[in-house]
């Protein structure tokens, strides 16, 4: 069953550090592109940054640019975000999905779940 799941959500203060995990299960992750996106209440989902299947190429949404940092690790078959100097605005639930490159939901067609991320003081 190909499955992807995502972790490390929760609630951080303003200026705080999270690291999500995206683990993939029954298919092979490298052969993916991933995106990591975000909805939060009332608004729509949006791209927050992609990999490439090699890892060589990422992108990043200009709210994020300089702050969070995109990786993979396909021998663990696991993509990262590691989120830095986070602030209130980034507050949503934020989903990691598989499909081609780019920060367009419909280039992806595998998602997973979602982790909740707020930043509260």
């Known amino acids: 069953q190909l499955q992807l799941v995502e972790s490390g959500g929760g609630l951080v203060q303003p200026g705080g550090s999270l690291r999500l995990s995206c683990a993939a299960s029954?298919?092979?992750?490298?052969?993916?592109?991933i995106g990591w996106f975000r909805q939060a209440p009332g608004k729509e989902r949006e791209g927050v940054s992609c990999?490439?299947?090699?890892?060589?190429?990422?992108n990043y949404a200009d709210s994020v640019k300089g702050r969070f940092t995109i990786s993979r690790d396909n021998v663990k078959n696991t993509v990262y975000l590691q989120m830095n100097s986070l602030k209130p605005e980034d507050t949503a639930v934020y989903y990691c999905?598989?499909?081609?490159?780019?920060?367009?939901?419909?280039?992806?067609?595998?998602w997973g779940q979602g982790t909740q991320v707020t930043v509260s003081s």
């Open positions: 990999i490439s299947s090699s890892g060589g190429s990422t």
């Open positions: 999905a598989a499909g081609a490159y780019g920060l367009g939901p419909a280039q992806y067609g595998y």
């Open positions: 029954g298919f092979t992750l490298g052969y993916y592109a």
